[in-house]
C-alpha cells in the first residue's frame, strides 16, 4: 500500500539551500542530490517504516540521502501518509533543530 508523501516548508527550504549549495562545487552534485533525494521519497511512500527510528527524537524516522544529508520524517498510519520535516546535514545541531 502506497502512503501520500508530504513534504514541510522546512524541508522545501532544506532542498533549495542543499541544492544552491552543492552547485557552488559541482555541477553534477545537485542533479544527484535531486536524485537521490527522489529515490527516497518514492521509497518512504511505498514502505516508510523500512528506515530507522531516529534515536535522540523517536517522533521521527530518518535515512541518509546524499553524503552527510539526513531525511527526517514521520509516518501518520490513519492518514497513509508521511511528512517529510527536514533535510539536515550532519554537522548541524540536528536535535536542536527538530
Given at each position: 500500500?502506497?502512503?501520500?508523501?508530504?513534504?514541510?516548508?522546512f524541508?522545501?527550504?532544506?532542498?533549495?539551500?542543499?541544492?544552491?549549495?552543492?552547485?557552488?562545487?559541482?555541477?553534477?552534485?545537485?542533479i544527484?542530490?535531486k536524485?537521490?533525494?527522489?529515490?527516497?521519497?518514492?521509497?518512504?511512500?511505498?514502505?516508510?517504516?523500512?528506515?530507522a527510528?531516529?534515536?535522540?527524537?523517536p517522533?521521527?524516522?530518518?535515512?541518509?540521502?546524499?553524503?552527510?544529508?539526513?531525511m527526517?520524517?514521520?509516518?501518520?498510519?490513519?492518514?497513509?501518509?508521511?511528512?517529510?520535516?527536514?533535510?539536515?546535514?550532519?554537522?548541524?545541531?540536528?536535535?536542536?533543530?527538530?
Amino acid at each position: 500500500m502506497s502512503y501520500r508523501v508530504k513534504t514541510s516548508i522546512f524541508a522545501k527550504a532544506d532542498r533549495i539551500e542543499i541544492t544552491k549549495y552543492l552547485g557552488q562545487y559541482s555541477a553534477s552534485a545537485p542533479i544527484k542530490f535531486k536524485s537521490e533525494l527522489n529515490r527516497y521519497l518514492y521509497l518512504i511512500g511505498e514502505k516508510p517504516e523500512i528506515f530507522a527510528v531516529f534515536a535522540a527524537n523517536p517522533t521521527f524516522r530518518h535515512v541518509v540521502v546524499f553524503g552527510s544529508y539526513t531525511m527526517f520524517y514521520t509516518i501518520s498510519e490513519v492518514e497513509k501518509t508521511v511528512m517529510v520535516y527536514r533535510i539536515l546535514h550532519g554537522a548541524q545541531d540536528i536535535s536542536g533543530i527538530l
